[in-house]
């Protein structure tokens, strides 16, 4: 499949999330970029369908287009989200609420500490005073990724591979545009969670996301730091 292509089907996800706001990657029950793709809900790795390989090109296209993010966000997976949430998404991310701190261990305040002050970082180069290895500077990022600290996105590297790289959301959102969302961090989660009901119409929208009651206690495996985080967040 060639990127003519997938015209059609890239233009059919941009209509959706245009009129829902956001959309998920994969899933095998609401709509999302893979069953739009495929024409049909795809259960399972999406990689394996017969549309795997459409599915993939639209994908990489859709990062590519100035109206979408993808962000890890509802329900933990991958989530286009549309331009007018933008200012949403950036004022929860940059809000240090409760949600986002607790349990937060050394090693990924460390890391925050490091995106905060370079704007973006690859998460496969470790600085080297990190005080541990890549291994852990990943994981670390992918934390701070799963608390919305922190936007972290695929990028291609000059060997055509893919590498994680990780960017404070000031850097991003001065990099894109993003104007100020002038209302509360609450209001913004209850302007993305309305975007969420078009999806699951009746449900508590709520729970799908990193800041509802059913994932608000999240606690690292590792020692916390929660003191120095909720310093951090008073700080900036």
Known sequence: MTERDAHIPLARVRRELQRKGLLPFADPVVPSLASIVAGTPVAGSWWGHPAGRQIYLVGELIDLDPDTVVVKLWRGKLTLLHRRLWPALVRIGRARSTWQTTGLDDRSTWAWEHVEREGAVRAD???PDFPAGAAEFRGAIRDLDQRLLLRAHSV??????HALEAQSWTSWSDLVGVP????????AQLLIERAADR?????????????????????SSRPSNSHRAVRIGRER
């Open 199 to 219: 999806l699951t119409p009746g449900a508590d929208s709520r729970s799908d996301f990193p800041w509802g009651p059913s994932r608000s206690t999240v606690r």
């Open 156 to 161: 291609h590297t000059k060997s055509g591979a």
């Open 125 to 127: 180069q470790p600085p």
């Open 180 to 187: 100020r969302f002038s209302g509360s961090a609450q209001s």
